[in-house]
């Protein structure tokens, strides 16, 4: 058992909540069904990928795929509030515009398209991915955004940082935490707490008159810089500012709350075989260990990648990619206290 | 002495014959075209269940949810506040600075004239995160400083807060406020000072009797403008007021755009925002017009020539200038200094002479490294020429049309033109995008830069007319009366004769334009394809990559790049000034 450790699915399996949204087993799509798929994308013009990287960081992956795949070149749009890129495809299509062929996302935004039938079914099993890494015939697991607990080094000293869910509730805190203002998160944490234990952590945080942050990029950033001196943001995004030298630490709670983000071919994309080519392709070691190398987002359910190996062993909560329409309210709930402050907002 | 109003000089609303109006309907249809297209999809966003216009149903409910929330009083008395504040603070530091700069012998004025503007360069995003490092209560440089030399307790600057964000939102609405002020008091007849004063007026009696009345139309026109601004702007709320939870109306739209819980944006209730936007248009440019509707008895360029003459400080001189120094040491050079120190940071640390050994200048070699940055820079000066000319000429155009020509519909046709204020930048770029989408197959500029270029004459072409209608109304029409009756035709008469007078207000609309599409974020962001990426929207990719040192190197050579631009304008300006005289 590669990733996730017996206990962690003891205890998924104890709280019978959707979990395991991140595989054991990575997809074993051959050579030939890459090639294939290549083939006939060929003549199709870019593979137009929506998607959240930077430009700089998505365009070494384009240039990996390009060298992968010869005459096959990816245009990639980055949407970085996330939400938007749903919205997006929805306005080009109602505009007959050329839309993306491969749209990577949460699974909340990928379930807006597929509501509205713009999302390609596939028969994920016989082009050789588990369904483990696919759990809906419409997304297919992408990469793994980890949630940790950042504190500034030279604010807070190693005894003193927290380093779990609790800790962060101490009074000494109050008014020094750093969350994102989406409760991506929280609503990890709730496949494997429950709603009411969420919420009244939710509650209890908001006590602290925490800071929000539109993303989790500058939250890192503010707790390097001791704007903040603590922080729950994502382990990609903190390793931005640690790798230019940010006196960032971090640490893993219990249990780590984790997204995966999917890929979804659209329906109507011009280059949908090239959609799917790439949405497999970053499903392979190779691919995703170019996708993490470029953002520092790796793939969970792909063995050798980094994050797999940080993960190893340790208690991880998520609701896999078809129980999340049925907690989009949950969410939305979560989502309105925090940017509320605690207090409920109709 | 021109301030008496002449009868027959200007045409009521509603007259004039058949050229007038064939004057002014390309202008209507261009603006109609322009600004009730988007204004029509917005509508009909607020009353679909799914927020997108071109989708089926019919609801009110995102009225509901925006109007009944409990948050919604809060939220609008937030806003009310900040915007009250910031244009009260900006009208006050922009009026004071245009009078210094243009009407006094206050030393270095024409250094200050392009300092003042100089802010404008700087995305207000990263003007936000300077002064979050200099009045931050934990990190900000002042504060420490402060704290250190009296031995205070705690920090007394607190920037996460609205006082905070008023603050600096009206330190960045200043130049706005001095390009709307600094013509109207460049272009004042002295005689009219003198005559007051031989009369025997005080100096108090003669700037409340004479100087105010006269700026009445700039200042009403200014604080209008910088209102409606603060009302709808978003960059400084949303980085120094969501973090501490403090909403305001542009950024709750954001939040129901950006960060919708459901996975796509609350397009219905953003819209039904924006409808109360609207409402607020409508009651502030109510006022305007209420405000300017006498403004020609304040003309002040006749046909007698002047020379406008300096006021001396007198004593005063020297202390004034140290508090103007102080105002741009502490005002403009502080928050951009703060941005340089960052750009040559590896991460984002607060100055001190520990951080001294950190300096590098990585991320300046890389941002010149970077190809995209070419491609960038490239698209960002073409779409800001382009829309700073065209919203200048068409500026120009309108305002004749409206305060001169008066045909038919005048008055809508100055409303049309001041409408787009109203309109929130996401919102603009959601309605500019399916109308483009629609129309694809007669202009196919979806995803390039000529969208953006659409946009922004959209956007800015508020501005252009509200500063246009402020000079044209100071301007005596006898000028143009007498090269009527010398045989000029109508746009002979504008181009040889209006155009010159007022081009001093046609080139701070066109450099005010150049440097806010040289900046403007959200609508570029709505609207980036795939071959349209410019220089916002490559600092936003760093910023929200988690590169703030990165994006404060793009601000800092935008900033170097306006600056000389700047520069290079003031002396073509200066030797074409001495020439003329």
Known sequence: ?346 | MSAAPRAAAVLPYGSGGLARRLAAAPVALLLVYLVVVPLVLLGMSSVRPTGFPLEPGFTVANFGKVFLADNFPRLVWTTIVFALGSTVLAMVLGTAMAWLVERTDLPGRNLFRVLVILPMAAPPVLLAIGWAMLLSPRTGFFNLLLRDLFGLQTAPFNVYSVPGMIFVEALALVPTAFLFLAPAFRNMDPNLEDAAMASGASTWMMIRRVLLPLLWPALAACAAFLLIVSFVVFDIPGTLGMPARIYVLSTQIFYLTADSPTGVPLYGQVSALGTFFLLILVVLGYAYHRFTRESQRYRTISGKGFRPRLASLGRWRWPTTAAVSVYFLLAVFAPLAILVWASLMPYQTRPNAASLSLITFENHLDFLRNARLITATIHSLTVAFFASTIVALLSLIISWIVVRQRPPGARAIDNLAFAPIAIPGVMLGVAVVYVYLTLDFVFPIYGTIWILVVAYVTHYISFGTRLANGVMVQIHPELEEAARTSGAGSLRVLARITAPLVWPAVAAIWIWVFAHAMRELSTALMLSGRNNIVLPTLLWDYWTGGEPTRAATVGVWLLAALAVFLALWHVLNNRSAARRA
């Open chain 1, 1 to 346: 058992m590669s990733l996730i450790s017996r206990r962690n699915l003891l205890i998924a399996g104890a709280v019978s909540i959707a979990f395991a949204a991140i595989a054991p087993a990575q997809a074993q799509v051959s050579a030939a069904t890459l090639d294939g798929l290549a083939a006939q994308a060929k003549g199709k013009g870019p593979v137009i990928w929506y998607e959240s990287s930077p430009a700089d960081d998505a365009a070494k992956i384009a240039a990996a795929f390009a060298k992968r795949f010869p005459g096959l070149q990816i245009q990639h749009v980055r949407d970085a509030g996330g939400a938007g890129i749903a919205g997006r495809v929805i306005q080009e299509v109602q505009g007959n515009a050329r839309t993306a062929d491969i749209l990577t996302g949460s699974a909340s935004v990928i379930w807006q398209l597929v509501n509205r039938n713009l999302v390609d079914k596939q028969d994920w099993k016989a082009l050789g991915v588990p369904g483990s890494v696919a759990v809906s015939p419409f997304t297919i697991a992408s990469t793994t955004a980890v949630y940790v607990i950042l504190t500034n080094r030279q604010q807070v000293s190693d005894a003193d940082a927290p380093k779990n869910w609790n800790d962060l509730l101490n009074p000494k805190w109050s008014g020094k935490v750093g969350l994102w203002i989406r409760a991506e998160p929280q609503l990890s944490l709730a496949a494997l707490w429950g709603e009411q234990k969420t919420t009244e952590f939710i509650n209890a945080v908001n006590q602290q008159k925490p800071f929000v942050f539109k993303s989790t990029f500058p939250l890192a950033q503010q707790v390097g810089a001791g704007e903040i001196p603590v922080g729950v943001g994502l382990y990609h995004a903190a390793m931005v500012p640690i790798r230019r030298g940010a006196p960032i630490r971090f640490s893993f709670p219990d249990p780590v709350p984790t997204t995966t983000l999917h890929s979804a071919v659209i329906s109507v994309g011009k280059n949908r075989e090239g959609g799917l080519l790439l949405a497999l392709w970053l499903a392979t070691p190779e691919g995703a260990k170019i996708y993490e190398d470029a953002t520092g987002r790796g793939h969970a359910g792909v063995q050798g990648t980094e994050v797999q190996k940080l993960l190893a062993g340790r208690t991880l909560t998520e609701f896999s990619a078809d129980k999340v329409p049925d907690n989009l309210e949950m969410f939305e709930r979560f989502n309105k206290l925090i940017a509320a402050g605690g207090q409920e907002v109709k």
